[in-house]
């Protein structure tokens, strides 16, 4: 336990951010699986739906560091690809 106060408030931010950058990284996956599900069920409306609400999402966090911004580049470029291929 921490036993300073700058170490108890350290300890006090510490849970704040872990909480709200699970709470932003469960969000982010979400978005990305919404993307995935409209793409198995072949339905393409709702897929560029999805994906359009899923590129802000990962340019905003890939921007603050959460994810690379190649990974964030690689999954909007491979989720475009297969919404192009649904024809």
Not at 32 to 44: G, N
Not at 47 to 66: F, I, Q
Request: hydrophobic share 35%.
């Amino acid at each position: 336990m921490a036993n300073t106060t700058q170490a108890r408030k350290r300890a006090r931010q510490s849970e704040t951010r872990r909480e709200r950058n699970a709470s932003q990284r469960s969000m982010l996956r979400s978005t990305i699986k919404k993307v995935v599900k409209a793409i198995e069920t072949k339905d393409k409306a709702a897929a560029e739906s999805a994906y359009k609400e899923m590129v802000p999402v990962l340019d905003r966090y890939s921007t603050r560091g959460m994810i690379h911004k190649n990974k964030a580049a690689r999954h909007k470029s491979r989720l475009s690809a297969h919404i192009k291929s649904l024809a």
